[in-house]
């Protein structure tokens, strides 16, 4: 009996932590998928100006490539 009292009360303390952190997060899930969902379906302006970098460099680079293809076509040695 005093045996299973040694490993009852310290199973009780830790149980009330893990009991407390559960229901702490069963009610703050709500607010932070909702908060994910809003992050999904929006863009900030940092992504959009780095989004349209990204897209203006791979046009530049399809241009230069483009060039470079007209220039040898057209019969010219030094394209680069």
């Known amino acids: 009996m005093t045996k299973r009292m040694i490993w009852v009360l310290p199973m009780a303390v830790l ?3 893990c009991v407390a952190r559960t229901a702490a997060n069963i009610v703050t899930f709500p607010v932070r998928a909702g908060s ?12 959009a100006d780095r989004n349209r970098g ?3 460099r791979k046009q530049e680079k399809r241009d230069a490539k ?5 220039c040898r076509d057209a019969g010219y040695r030094d394209c680069d």
Do not use: H
């Open 54 to 56: 990204r897209e203006m």
């Open 66 to 70: 483009e060039r470079r293809r007209a």
């Open 36 to 47: 994910q969902a809003v992050d999904w379906s929006t863009t900030s302006q940092e992504e």
């Open 15 to 17: 149980a009330q932590g």
